[in-house]
């Protein structure tokens, strides 16, 4: 079974990402923030990780740049509502550092879906 960190702030987001995912037989951890992400991704065999951009304290791009720095094929996926900067320029600084799909939030559970299935089965 497939594991996936889901981290965001947000835990509406993060449970519905978590329902989602478990219908679909995935194993799901959720980090409420970026220090829990690390240490869950360290403790844990990850297959996929799905952040949040826009956090306090250690942000989504600051995770994607740790976990990069551990592991340069593990795929990741960033999603983004926005906040200081336009979301879409966090998206594509994501991108730039190694994620491999980005959303804009509020985004379509299928195309995430099938994001998700095309880089972890």
């Known amino acids: 079974m497939s594991k996936i960190l889901i981290v965001d702030d947000d835990l509406e987001i993060s449970g519905l990402l978590l ?56 795929p990741i996926i960033a999603m983004s509502g926005g906040a200081l900067i336009n979301s879409g320029t966090y998206l594509t600084m994501a991108k730039q550092l190694g994620a491999k799909y980005a959303f804009q939030k509020p985004f379509d559970l299928n195309e995430f879906s099938l994001a998700v299935q095309s880089l972890i089965g």
């Open 19 to 74: 329902k989602l995912l478990s219908r679909k037989n995935y194993e799901v951890f959720i980090a409420s923030s970026g220090a829990d992400a690390i240490q869950i991704f360290n403790s844990n065999q990850i297959d996929l990780i799905v952040t949040d951009i826009v956090m306090p304290e250690i942000g989504g791009l600051e995770v994607i740049r740790i976990v990069r720095g551990i592991n340069e094929s593990l």
